[in-house]
């Protein structure tokens, strides 16, 4: 197995499905040996893709927002490893964004998170990242992210936080009262603020 710079430097020059990809590929992931917290989400956006920068949207304004850091904290690789399940943009559909393409997950995933020996912490966002980390269960994202203390304080469950899901938060309500506080108190822990 590789070490994690040269793997990196693989990562980012991989094309194995831009045939399928509408604006080809633009592998954008951030890692480092001394990350203490993974962010396993689904795949960048078309503003990330453009950009080169993970979460560099609204969904990374509230991630942020979620967990209690600033942009310095969350950008610097040491403290923080996002990995997502599909590394470019996929393409739209009809109710938004298409799946994670499932290659980066067989070619570079695996490897790549044997590479974090100090994740701490592991914030899984959303559906596709969550069948990966959890397993395929029964469970709704709802289901599942309820069950949060399930799983604490290793690995947590989360809604994703894009504006799409501007309705499920406010039905849950529970989410922002019960998970938040508990989630930047232990984030506020593992990076020492």
Same mark, same amino acid.
């Given at each position: ?7 990196? $430097?693989? $990562?980012? +020059?991989?094309?194995?499905?831009? /045939? ?18 993974? $962010? ?5 956006? /078309? ?7 993970? %979460? ?17 904290? &969350? ?11 599909? %590394?470019? *943009?996929?393409?739209?559909? /009809? ?6 393409? #499932? ?14 020996? @100090? ?7 959303? +559906?596709?990242?969550?069948? *990966?980390? &959890?397993? +395929?269960? !029964? ?7 309820? !069950? ?14 894009? #504006?799409?899901? @501007?309705?499920?938060?406010? /039905?849950?309500?529970? %989410?922002? +009262? ?9 984030? !506020? ?5």
């Amino acid at each position: 197995m590789p070490a994690l710079e040269p793997l990196l $430097i693989e $990562i980012r +020059k991989c094309t194995i499905c831009e /045939k399928h990809l509408p604006l080809g590929a633009n592998p954008v992931l951030q890692a480092n040996r001394k990350a203490k917290i993974l $962010i396993a989400g689904q795949a960048p956006g /078309k503003k990330v893709h453009e950009s080169g920068v993970p %979460f560099d949207d609204a969904s990374g304004d509230r991630l942020r927002e979620w967990m209690g850091i600033s942009s310095n904290i &969350f950008y610097d690789p040491t403290i923080i490893a996002i990995i997502p399940m599909g %590394f470019c *943009y996929p393409g739209t559909g /009809k109710s938004g964004d298409l799946p994670p393409r #499932p290659e980066c997950e067989s070619a570079w995933r695996r490897q790549l998170l044997e590479q974090l020996p @100090n994740i701490n912490m592991s914030l899984v966002l959303g +559906k596709y990242a969550q069948t *990966y980390h &959890f397993g +395929k269960t !029964s469970s709704s994202l709802t289901e599942l992210v309820k !069950s949060w203390e399930d799983y604490w304080p290793d690995v947590v469950p989360l809604p994703h936080p894009s #504006p799409r899901n @501007n309705i499920w938060l406010s /039905k849950n309500t529970w %989410f922002e +009262k019960e998970v938040l506080p508990r989630l930047r108190a232990r984030i !506020s822990d593992i990076i020492g603020l």
